[in-house]
């Protein structure tokens, strides 16, 4: 059973299944195109949580419920772990017997170069993806491979958790860190330091004195970055939804890039106003 977060928790799974309702509802004019679901960390079906006595259904059970204006026409379930992934595919079997559902057990990564393929082999595929990890797993290159495809892609991106660990105040950052983030990003440790990080050198009695400091308002920084990298790959990223824990501190943002004017505008309305920056 995967954790539940807190309240972000329960308005992300709104924000995806309220978006997919709309998109399906789009869908359903466009007789011509097949939808497929695609879901990169699908997790066991079920969320447990220390404020609920019962777990709660996650995402994946809550996409498959939609049955109007009508069911997606293919789900792909991507899972790591093999409890989650048996534990999801015995909860499609029982309860949702006849829906096109397959639950894989692999890197959500290697995936999402597969669906890249059979979306460019398929192209009356239109794709949902919806990529929910815990930190900075997705690579750079599989969100490459989905330039100009139908997809729309709901993206939690670890800002504050993920990328702004690595960033270290005094820029001293450990070799497997800084490819971590080369590999997250998809930039060279030249430009992300650059953006990151400012130096300032003041004139002292003993000759000039440099130092480096860390951008100020570093997570919504971020948060920009990947922005502006989905749209080198994407003609429309939404508008984020920040997610802070208890402290008030960013820990996610969550965002949709898509090709496709009217879907930006639905993902801007269903992120909630009072959820934005
Ligand atoms: C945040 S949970 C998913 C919750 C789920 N999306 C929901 O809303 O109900 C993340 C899941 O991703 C799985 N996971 C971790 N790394 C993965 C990877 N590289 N590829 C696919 N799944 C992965 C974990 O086992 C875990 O079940």
């Known amino acids: 059973m995967n954790e539940f977060g807190g309240n972000w928790t329960e308005a992300k799974m709104e924000i995806v299944v309220g978006y997919a309702k709309a998109y399906l509802t789009i869908m359903s004019k466009q007789t011509w195109a097949k939808t497929l679901y695609f879901d990169g960390f699908a997790g066991s079906g079920l969320i447990g949580s220390s404020e609920h006595t019962e777990a709660i259904k996650g995402t994946a059970l809550r996409i498959l419920d939609i049955d109007q204006p009508k069911p997606?026409?293919?789900?792909?379930?991507?899972e790591k772990d093999e409890k989650n992934k048996l534990s999801l595919q015995s909860k499609i079997e029982s309860d949702y017997f006849g829906k096109n559902a397959h639950v894989i057990k692999a890197d959500?990564?290697?995936?999402?170069?597969?669906m890249a393929r059979y979306l460019n082999n398929n192209k009356n595929y239109r794709a949902l993806a919806f990529i929910d990890p815990y930190g900075m797993t997705v690579n750079w290159e599989s969100i490459e491979a989905l330039k100009g495809l139908g997809i729309d892609l709901w993206i939690l991106v670890p800002t504050g958790l993920g990328v702004n660990r690595l960033l270290k105040n005094d820029q001293n950052i450990p070799e497997p860190w800084l490819k971590k983030?080369?590999?997250f990003l998809g930039l060279s440790?030249?430009?992300?330091l650059k953006y990151f990080y400012s130096t300032t050198t003041i004139n002292t009695l003993f000759g000039d004195q440099t130092s480096v400091?860390?951008?100020k308002s570093i997570i919504q920084k971020i948060g920009n970055l990947y922005t502006q990298r989905l749209k080198t790959i994407f003609e429309f990223v939404s508008e984020s939804f920040v997610m802070r824990n208890s402290t008030n501190s960013i820990m996610y943002h969550f965002m949709m890039a898509t090709n496709n004017k009217n879907a930006l505008k639905i993902a801007n309305d269903v992120i909630k106003p009072k959820y934005r920056l």
């Open 72 to 78: 997606f026409d293919i789900y792909y379930f991507v």
């Open 108 to 114: 959500c990564n290697s995936k999402l170069i597969d």
């Open 181 to 183: 983030l080369e590999q």
């Open 189 to 192: 440790r030249e430009e992300i």
């Open 213 to 215: 400091n860390k951008e």
